[in-house]
């Protein structure tokens, strides 16, 4: 097999690992996120979804992927925006789920007991996480370019 095969496998092998990750994270946001919602209108009915720290993780990897895949090069297909779509989905639903409990006049941020909830503090916490797991590859990406720039000026 040669180096040009070698590559184009490993290359199909990548880009498909980076799919299925991609879907996973979706699948596993979509699920924290119905838990969340379960959670929220239930006020203090059912425990919380204790999912964020293996969806924290599952995006992390996804996220470090990506980049390795777009650092070395193997990477085909644009898969730039991928990650945007977390960071809305995650900050839309926050948002809506504050301006209900607004609405409500935090009705949703008690238990019917009158206990305090705090679900939607969790949710602004995994927000604020997957944006900064966002932020942080568009820096890698700014430095990437910033380093391919410099290198083509050294060489001209």
């Avoid at 964020?52 to 730039?80: A, F, N, Q």
Wanted: proline share 2%.
């Amino acid at each position: 097999m040669s180096f040009i095969d070698k590559f184009r496998s490993i290359r199909e092998i990548e880009e498909e690992v980076n799919t299925n990750l991609f879907w996973i994270c979706g699948g596993v946001a979509l699920i924290i996120m119905i838990m969340k919602m379960v959670e929220f209108f239930s006020r203090g009915l059912f425990s919380p979804a204790n999912m964020s720290l293996l969806y924290l993780g599952i995006l992390i990897i996804y996220s470090l992927h990506k980049e390795l895949i777009r650092w070395i090069g193997i990477g085909k297909r644009k898969i730039e925006r991928q990650g945007e779509y977390f960071v809305y989905a995650w900050i839309g639903f926050t948002t809506l789920l504050y301006i209900i409990n607004f609405l409500s006049k935090n009705y949703f941020s008690y238990t019917p007991q009158g206990e305090p909830l705090d679900t939607l503090e969790s949710l602004s916490i995994i927000s604020i996480e997957v944006l900064a797991i966002f932020i942080l590859t568009r820096c890698l990406k700014v430095l990437k370019i910033y380093l391919e720039k410099r290198e083509q000026a050294k060489r001209s």
